[in-house]
T-cell receptor
Framework: ETGVTQSPTHLIKTRGQQVTLRCSSQSGHNTVSWYQQALGQGPQFIFQ???????GRGNFPPRFSGLQFPNYSSELNVNALELDDSALYLC???????????FGPGTRLLVL | QQPVQSPQAVILREGEDAVINCSSS?????VHWYRQKHGEAPVFLMILLKGGEQKGHEKISASFNEKKQQSSLYLTASQLSYSGTYFC??????????????FGQGTILTVHP
């Protein structure tokens, strides 16, 4: 059974650019949540996808968007990058919404 | 509303015990505890659901006081491998927020030999 994987591990972008981050959920898990973790802070909920539909969203602007595919893998897209978007982006999968979430290793994004 | 963790940091010698607290101003459905080491992903420790239950996992256990909207994580006979930042994540029942975890600011635990 494979765990949650994310790609890429690191990314450097400039302000105004767009970025796509990818996540493969743990085998058998149909729910994926995305979090942003700034340095020295706890993870902040961006949104959750369940069976390809958005199932809850945190306080993030619309330039943060996502997708979930039929195989339950997921993408996080961020448009018009800002300096404050620099953070560790974590995805977590769970068997069903509300249950234990297992985190991937994260993608560290630096916006210059 | 972000749950509040206390203490912010704790330093222990191997073999000592520690308690980390997590308080919320909102009614809770679940509390999830994670440990994160520097540069790594948070690792799941345990989940406690509404009902005041206590769970144990070898030398790490936790309680959930639904009335007080608080949870505590108990680390006994600490080992060097316990070092890291501990986060509690709180979950709410129902509605569009179901499944969303709101994390505290973290408690940095350092265990020295």
């Amino acid at each position: 059974e494979t765990g949650v994987t994310q790609s890429p591990t690191h990314l450097i972008k400039t302000r105004g650019q767009q970025v796509t981050l990818r996540c493969s959920s743990q085998s058998g898990h149909n729910t994926v949540s995305w979090y942003q973790q700034a340095l020295g802070q706890g993870p902040q909920f961006i949104f959750q996808y369940y069976r390809e539909e958005e199932n809850g969203r945190g306080n993030f602007p619309p330039r943060f968007s996502g997708l979930q595919f039929p195989n339950y893998s997921s993408e996080l897209n961020v448009n018009a990058l800002e300096l404050d978007d620099s953070a560790l982006y974590l995805c977590a999968s769970s068997l069903i919404s509300g249950e234990t979430q297992y985190f991937g290793p994260g993608t560290r994004l630096l916006v210059l | 509303q972000q749950p509040v963790q206390s203490p912010q940091a704790v330093i222990l010698r191997e073999g000592e015990d520690a308690v980390i607290n997590c308080s919320s101003s909102k009614a809770l459905y679940s509390v999830h505890w994670y440990r994160q080491k520097h540069g790594e992903a948070p690792v799941f420790l345990m989940i406690l659901l509404k009902g005041g239950e206590q769970k144990g996992h070898e030398k790490i256990s936790a309680s959930f006081n639904e009335k007080k909207q608080q949870s505590s994580l108990y680390l006994t006979a600490s080992q060097l491998s316990y070092s890291g930042t501990y986060f509690c994540g709180t979950g709410n029942a129902g509605g569009t927020s179901y499944g969303k975890l709101t994390f505290g600011q973290g408690t940095i635990l350092t265990v020295h030999p």
